[in-house]
């Protein structure tokens, strides 16, 4: 009488996530034993230890091990039931894709159902939130380049989504000096901001039209005088400052103490 071989799985259930690698296996090796697997979706195999199987809904089920030993006794069945959850499904991104320097960038994913939300930045660092929508304040040049996202639902990871490139263009320098300040009546003054290429100048105050280049010369009327600059890329900034304008000294008389000759 010969005792029949043991079929000792490596697991009786393995839970998974849809997209990841499980191994089914046995720890009963010895010379002369043949092994028959099968399973979900015709899966068979004569090796203790297949490779490796990416889990999927259709490969979720039960697998069946059958050893055989050298003197052809067949052992009882062991199993392993494999518990495959879907993954979510790839999300897709979408953006606001070009922002200013101190804008907000928006991201936003199509999917509302998951549980968390993996926005993953240029550096590949990873932003988690609770919704589908994340807003990035106060923009800057650093947080421009290639975004992209997945999600996670009952634990399970979808597929990394598509790229979405951010573009920071930087603001301007508004300021402007005034000279001289306090100014004269009947006396030019010097308006003079940066001298940038592909700007557009826009001057106001309360003295006539100001001409829209970098160093207009006004004549000056008391109050306060603004500028905004725009950039080809729509980027703006603005500032303004008062200007003091003093009246010309007024001549009421002209008086003569010189000898007669």
């Known amino acids: 009488v010969f005792t029949s071989p043991l079929a000792i799985t490596f697991n009786d259930t393995i839970k998974i996530c849809e997209g990841v690698l499980f191994t089914l296996g046995t720890n009963n090796l010895g010379s002369g034993y043949t092994y028959n697997w099968s399973g979900p979706d015709g899966f ?5 230890n297949p490779p ?43 953006s606001n894709g070009f922002v200013c320097v101190g804008d907000s960038i928006v ?3 199509n999917i509302t159902n998951a549980d968390t939300y993996h926005w993953i930045r240029p550096d590949f660092t990873e932003i988690v939130t609770l919704t589908p929508k994340l807003t990035i304040f106060n ?7 290639t975004w992209s996202m997945y999600v996670v639902r009952n634990g ?3 597929e990394t ?7 920071v263009g930087p603001k301007p320098d508004a300021t402007f000096s005034v000279n001289p300040n306090p100014g004269c009546t009947n006396s030019l003054i010097q308006l003079t901001a940066g001298n940038f290429q592909n700007v557009t100048y826009i001057w106001s105050g309360p003295t006539a039209q100001i001409s829209p280049i970098y160093n207009p010369q006004v004549n000056p009327v008391q109050g306060t005088y603004s500028l905004i600059i725009i950039t080809s ?14 009246p010309a000294p007024e001549i009421l008389s002209i008086t003569d103490n010189a000898l007669n000759c």
């Open 107 to 109: 991201l936003i994913c």
């Open 139 to 145: 923009a800057k040049v650093s947080d421009a380049g």
């Open 44 to 48: 068979s195999s004569t090796s203790p």
């Open 161 to 167: 989504s598509n790229s979405a490139i951010i573009n």
């Open 52 to 94: 490796s199987i990416v889990a999927s809904p259709y490969n979720s089920g039960t697998y069946t091990l059958l050893v055989t030993s050298p003197n052809g006794c067949v052992s009882n069945p062991g199993y392993t039931t494999v518990v495959v959850t879907p993954r979510p499904e790839k999300p897709i991104l979408s």
């Open 156 to 158: 399970c990871k979808s």
């Open 233 to 246: 890329s729509g980027c703006s900034n603005f500032s303004s400052q008062f200007i003091a304008v003093k």
